[in-house]
């Protein structure tokens, strides 16, 4: 049985919880509401910003027309592949970097200017050169999630205690066994964090 204080301590996280989630959606409401009167009062242009009964409306139009779902499909698989690409790839550029000092000290520069690169800006060009399909759209998820990947996996792994590296040297470890017995485990948490910030950047591509 729980003391009293262990209760009242549990009752106190559960009525915390639900001020959090009561505020949350009193903020969401106020925007909402805020957004609309922006746009009824012409202060917000609605063509450009649109407005919360406009996406109604055309969320509700869609729905009619049995074409929601079809878009909500296409973004999804787009999304999906530029993610699982994008978390691939990323994985065996940082891996590679890691395993060879050498090749990222050459490359590292040349990462960071790509990844600082307004890749947004690209869209137009990349349109021209693969057309308006959905590998022009992939490419572009890509080019925006790829080189953050690369860089904060790589920088995770180097992040890794250089004491328990010199450890397993010294227990005759070879460069390939410290990576998939010390580096690569070690880097779980940073892995799923970039899968997070690949899921947003993904969608940002799309």
């Known amino acids: 049985m729980y003391s009293e204080e262990h209760k009242n301590y ?3 996280i559960k009525r915390n919880k639900k001020v959090i989630l009561i505020v949350r959606i009193i903020i969401v ?3 909402l ?11 917000l242009n609605s063509f ?6 406009n996406i109604i409306n055309t969320f509700s139009s869609l729905l009619k027309t ?19 690409l994008a978390t691939f790839l990323g ?17 590292d520069p040349f990462l960071t200017i790509l990844n600082s690169l307004p890749k947004v800006s690209l869209g137009p060009i990349i349109i021209i050169w693969f057309g308006a399909n959905i590998k022009s759209i992939v490419i572009m998820a890509l080019l925006i999630t790829l080189m953050t990947s690369t860089i904060s996996i ?12 010199t450890l397993m040297k010294s227990l005759n470890a070879n460069k390939k066994q410290i990576f998939f017995k010390l580096i690569l485990p070690a880097n779980y948490p940073n892995i799923i964090s970039t899968l997070k910030i690949n899921i947003s950047l993904s969608l940002i591509g799309m």
């Open 48 to 53: 450009i910003f649109s407005s919360p009964v």
């Open 91 to 107: 994985i065996v550029i940082a891996s590679l970097l890691w395993l060879n000092k050498t090749t990222a000290k050459i490359v």
């Open 154 to 165: 790589y920088q995770g792994f180097k992040e890794v205690d250089s004491n328990l590296i």
């Open 33 to 43: 509401g805020l957004w609309q009167i922006l746009t009824n009062l012409k202060i």
């Open 66 to 84: 049995n074409n929601l779902f079809n878009h909500i499909g296409i973004t999804l698989y787009e999304t999906l592949i530029s993610f699982l």
């Open 29 to 31: 409401i106020l925007f």
């Open 10 to 12: 549990l009752k106190k």
